[in-house]
T-cell receptor
Framework: DAKTTQPPSMDCAEGRAANLPCNHS???????VYWYRQIHSQGPQYIIH???NNETNEMASLIITEDRKSSTLILPHATLRDTAVYYC?????????????FGKGTLLTVNP | DVKVTQSSRYLVKRTGEKVFLECVQD?????MFWYRQDPGLGLRLIYF???????EKGDIPEGYSVSREKKERFSLILESASTNQTSMYLC?????????????FGQGTRLTVV
């Protein structure tokens, strides 16, 4: 079973911030939160990951709650090209038993 | 540019055929993965490999096998293709490090079994 819960779909206006929530209430202490996105007809693309601190890169920001049971991916100024399925994943770091388990994700539609 | 290459973008096979899906990565990654993606079900992990000749079952390994004879190549094998294996198949690779780094995906192979 998937370890994360995401809304199936969200809309956002172009130029506005898109805030994508994810619940991961059973996350364990050594598990990271990762976000990927999949634009239509392409393979998934890594966005960002974090353990317990908030993270920011050129694509997005990741806010993780203090109890680590939920997180939010923020696209600060959404564009039409950000329309995609966004996947929130939890998993262990590296090692021989590492694997990524994807859920169904959130379809984000950015509207003009 | 890092690259994960899947041998075919589209493939049509007959029921009962043995099917090989090939994946090659040029990044010297230890980990490689095979997923299938179906409408409404998201991405589901079939098998993964963390080293040459090593493999582990994912969530839906039934009806599939894999081969990793060289570090850069990870093959998915359908021993006897069936119509319920019609799907998009995605290969990925990643480093093994103390802190997770990103996985890179191929463009996918859309397999149709008739």
């Amino acid at each position: 079973d998937a370890k994360t819960t995401q809304p199936p779909s969200m809309d956002c206006a172009e130029g506005r911030a898109a805030n994508l929530p994810c619940n991961h209430s059973t996350i364990s202490g050594n598990e990271y939160v990762y976000w990927y996105r999949q634009i239509h007809s392409q393979g998934p693309q890594y966005i960002i990951h974090g353990l317990k601190n908030n993270e920011t890169n050129e694509m997005a920001s990741l806010i993780i709650t203090e109890d680590r049971k939920s997180s939010t991916l923020i696209l600060p100024h959404a564009t039409l090209r950000d329309t995609a399925v966004y996947y929130c994943i939890v998993g262990n770091s590296g090692g021989s038993n590492y694997k990524l388990t994807f859920g169904k994700g959130t379809l984000l539609t950015v509207n003009p | 540019d890092v690259k994960v290459t899947q041998s075919s973008r589209y493939l049509v096979k007959r029921t009962g055929e043995k099917v090989f899906l090939e994946c090659v990565q040029d990044m010297d990654h230890e980990n490689m993965f095979w997923y299938r993606q179906d409408p409404g079900l998201g991405l589901r992990l079939i098998y993964f490999s963390y080293d040459v000749k090593m493999k582990e079952k994912g969530d839906i390994p039934e009806g599939y096998s894999v081969s990793r004879e060289k570090k850069e190549r990870f093959s998915l094998i359908l021993e006897s293709a069936s119509t319920n294996q019609t799907s998009m198949y995605l290969c990925a690779s990643s480093f093994v490090t103390g802190v997770f780094t990103e996985a890179f995906f191929g463009q996918g192979t859309r397999l149709t079994v008739v």
